[in-house]
């Protein structure tokens, strides 16, 4: 047996001890500390060498699974934060969104207001021109209102309240007629917040504060502004010229508290995300409310419900997410509700690397159905030594190969190499790191000599494995670099 076998065998052994009770495996109900010991692993590596090579100042991600939080990673440039504190809030940008979504279902679940009435029944002070508007089209991005014209995303003005912020765009023509197209527009949760303030009788932070984060426990999830209440904000960065991170220039987020002026953590995002993945539980009327998609009145349909998009994959599965970003904030959620998971990540430095592929390879490590019938004995019973060809599904990328030999891995896309980390080579499973503009990562299992598994290459999904040669075909590192490419044989 390998020292590096032993040694990884110590380490998970100590996961083991130091770890609290975890939740199930995935869905399946069959608890496998094992797996989740490997899975952390897995998504530390992964998240780390994305910070750093990404040059990201900060970066928090989380999974749960279950409805529990089964992994958390947050790291930040020393100067951010004093070590012993609790992570601080990131900007969540457009997922706020979603949180306001989620407020807005309950309140029709209960009846305090109607999703289809005019929104001119609460606020009739508004211009003729919105008041036939209803609470859904701003909601679901077809009600006309505009989005932001120049400079707009990036103000730095404080507005009292979000009745103020009206002015910037409310008086300014509907781009088409409400509910006929989707048009993306932050500004229309802005003038959403303004009806849901009416119609609950209570500040737009109040709402939030009763209805969502102290029900749920979001203790680190906050607005913008005067009306804060404990989160503390990281600074917020942006990339210079040579892909440097250097402070962004300051900005105020008062007039978009609904569609854009929220902060969180990843932990709580997740927690938030896991009652999304529980359509059946208290929420459920909401939920329903919330993934409901409502033709478009000029024909077809979008994929946008109430703060959160709506979508399958290719195998079926229902997923809901929503991204975010402005300056000084990158931030991803993904839902995957069949197998009751949701993943979060979030920078705080804009046009991070990442997007919806990475979140979806964290759910995948920790929920992965191709690690079921991995084989119990920790022993190497299987050799990926040698070479591979990945086929990602559901994708337009070509195939990929994949180069092992002892500590060494490469993976070949077209006439590129990528270097890779292998942080986990035992008992059938292997997961290896890289980064080329954006993660690359690989995780792959063994049920007898069939290999499966998935991967964040160009996308994220399951892959299709096939070996291309045996162990002995590649002896040196070197003959990895000389292996020919990709049809090109």
Known sequence: MSRGWIALRLWLVCIFVATPSIPAWGVSGKSDPKKHAEARLIADAAMEHLRVQGRMPGLQAAVAVGGEVVWAYFADAAELHDPQDTPTSYRIASISKSLT???????????????????????????????????????????????YRGSESRLNHRFVDLNSALAIFVNDPLVHTPGARYTYSTYGYTLLGVVMERAAGMPFHELLNSRLFIPLGLTS?????????????????????????????????TYKIPGGGMVSTARDLVRFGAVLAAPGGRYAEALRLMTEIVPLTEGGRTSYGLGIQVGRRPSGSVRLGHSGSQPGATSRLLIDVDRHAAAAMLANIDRAPFNDHEVGFLIDVFTGRHLDNLPEVPADIFDFTGGWRLVLSGAQNPPVELHLNADKA???????VIPLTIVLNAGGRLAAIGFSDRLVAVDLGTSGEQVHGHASIRGHGPVSVSRLHAPQAIESPEALQASPPIGRD
């Open 101 to 147: 979504g989620m407020v807005l279902a309950m309140l029709a679940a209960e009846g305090v207001l109607s999703l289809d009435a005019p929104i001119g029944e609460l606020c009739d002070e508004l211009p003729e021109h919105v008041r036939a508007i209803t609470p859904r089209q701003l909601a679901s991005h077809t009600s006309g209102i505009r989005h």
């Open 410 to 416: 490469t993976l070949h896309i077209d006439d590129e």
């Open 221 to 253: 999830t906050d607005v913008e502004g005067p009306n804060a209440r404990t989160a503390r904000l990281v600074p917020a960065f942006s990339y210079d010229r040579r892909g440097n991170p250097v402070r962004a220039a300051p900005t105020d987020h």
